[in-house]
């Protein structure tokens, strides 16, 4: 059985940095895309990053562009999710996501494993 278990999430200050950890326990996902998607107190969740199988090729919502960076260590079924420069508005849980599609996506929907997340917290 898959799990995906994040890891990273704290309250920090708005300016600084935190690195978030997604483990992928059951099965290899060196071949699979992966995602990070947040949902802020009373709203939807929202995609963040993807990146696909190799991290050749990355995407971010635009409101992350430059500031958060996804990447992956596929030796150790691990994906990360570098921010920096955080504001209070970055605050939510983020989640973890895999597909069993190669590609990463955008779309929520096209991935089929999900990790229980982790809050993020950002204080102005």
């Known amino acids: 059985q898959v799990h995906l278990v994040e890891s990273g999430g704290r309250l920090v200050q708005a300016g600084d940095f935190l690195r978030l950890s997604c483990v992928v326990y059951?099965?290899?996902?060196?071949?699979?895309?992966m995602g990070w998607f947040r949902q802020a107190p009373g709203k939807e969740r929202e995609f963040v990053a993807a990146?696909?199988?190799?991290?050749?090729?990355?995407y971010y919502t635009d409101s992350v562009k430059g500031r958060f960076t996804i990447s992956r260590d596929n030796a150790k079924n691990t994906v990360y999710l570098q921010m920096s420069s955080l504001k209070p508005e970055d605050t939510a849980v983020y989640y973890c996501?895999?597909?069993?599609?190669?590609?990463?996506?955008?779309?929520?929907?096209?991935?089929?494993?999900w990790g229980q997340g982790t809050q993020v917290t950002v204080s102005s």
């Open positions: 996501a895999a597909r069993r599609s190669s590609g990463g996506s955008t779309y929520a929907v096209d991935y089929d494993y």
């Open positions: 059951g099965r290899s996902f060196s071949n699979n895309g």
């Open positions: 990146t696909s199988w190799s991290g050749s090729s990355t």
